[in-house]
């Protein structure tokens, strides 16, 4: 596969606006690891090659472990992650593949004990960011470097 277009290069403008989202995400009380865990699940969702590797890499250099990092994917069947993260993976599974079926009160109800109302919209942006990054990835043929 070969890159369609440069996104960066190619309109500088657009991609201003989407860095411009991104800078206002790293400002929001979000814990990095749990963005980290949010951004590797949907990218694997969407497949996007390019994120899952940028993502997995960000992960392990902020301490994340490798064990963790291989089993975001089958994450409800592994004892690895702690209640709040496994929330915050079932939403961004949920809003990732929102297209297939809404957002449940059920699903909704388990997050809420987690996260408040702005915790839960903050991870909203996150997740909403990380599907925008995949969807230039994905349409462009953005690849990870060797």
């Given at each position: 596969?070969?890159?369609r277009?440069?996104?960066?290069?190619?309109?500088?403008?657009?991609?201003?606006a989407l860095?411009?989202?991104?800078?206002a995400?790293?400002?929001?009380?979000?814990?990095?690891?749990?963005?980290?865990?949010?951004?590797?699940?949907?990218?694997?969702?969407?497949?996007?090659?390019?994120?899952?590797?940028?993502?997995?890499?960000?992960?392990?250099?902020a301490?994340e472990?490798?064990?963790?990092?291989?089993?975001?994917?089958?994450?409800?069947?592994?004892?690895?992650?702690?209640?709040?993260?496994?929330?915050?993976?079932?939403?961004?599974?949920?809003?990732?593949?929102?297209?297939?079926?809404?957002?449940?009160?059920?699903?909704?109800?388990?997050?809420?004990?987690h996260?408040?109302a702005?915790q839960?919209?903050?991870?909203?942006?996150?997740?909403?960011?990380?599907?925008?990054?995949?969807?230039?990835?994905?349409?462009?043929r953005k690849?990870?470097?060797i």
């Amino acid at each position: 596969m070969t890159l369609r277009a440069n996104f960066e290069k190619d309109s500088p403008d657009a991609i201003k606006a989407l860095m411009a989202m991104e800078m206002a995400l790293r400002t929001l009380p979000i814990d990095r690891t749990l963005l980290d865990l949010v951004n590797l699940k949907s990218s694997q969702i969407n497949r996007c090659a390019y994120c899952i590797d940028l993502h997995t890499a960000q992960a392990r250099a902020a301490g994340e472990t490798d064990r963790r990092l291989a089993a975001v994917i089958a994450w409800r069947d592994t004892p690895f992650f702690t209640a709040r993260e496994r929330a915050a993976l079932a939403w961004a599974e949920a809003l990732t593949l929102v297209h297939q079926q809404h957002i449940s009160d059920e699903l909704y109800e388990e997050v809420s004990a987690h996260f408040d109302a702005k915790q839960l919209i903050d991870l909203s942006v996150a997740v909403a960011t990380i599907n925008t990054w995949n969807k230039f990835g994905i349409a462009f043929r953005k690849l990870p470097k060797i």
